[in-house]
Nanobody
Framework: QVQLVESGGGLVQPGGSLRLSCAAS????????MGWYRQAPGKQREVVAV???????NFADSVEGRFTISRDNAKNTVYLQMNSLKPEDTAVYYC?????????????WGQGTQLTVSS
């Protein structure tokens, strides 16, 4: 099992910035992808940003140019830097990790951290 601990959520004003962190620990073998999803009230969970082990990234159109994702492989930690925040970014943000061990594909989720963008 892999445990994910998220931090960095909170309340921020529109136009502000915030950074989320997610540290993975436990039975880490080979993490293929780390990233972030979010779920706003009444909406489905959606991908925000993901980064593969080789460094390729993918962003939701709604955050492209405002959010960046980075990884510290030595610490098994992924970060989401969020700039120019908008009220519509308000959601619970979930860390997501995919690990492949031979034929097994394992997916793990963090407990979620709340981001509220409001004046």
């Amino acid at each position: 099992q892999v445990q994910l601990v998220e931090s960095g959520g909170g309340l921020v004003q529109p136009g502000g910035s915030l950074r989320l962190s997610c540290a993975a620990s436990g039975s880490i073998f080979s993490i293929n992808r780390m990233g972030w999803y979010r779920q706003a009230p009444g909406k489905q969970r959606e991908v925000v940003a993901v980064m593969t082990s080789c460094g390729s990234t993918n962003f939701a159109d709604s955050v492209e140019g405002r959010f960046t994702i980075s990884r510290d492989n030595a610490k098994n930690t992924v970060y989401l830097q969020m700039n120019s925040l908008k009220p519509e970014d308000t959601a619970v943000y979930y860390c997501n990790v995919i690990q492949v061990r031979g034929p097994l594909r394992e997916e793990y989720w963090g407990q979620g951290t709340q981001l509220t963008v409001s004046s």
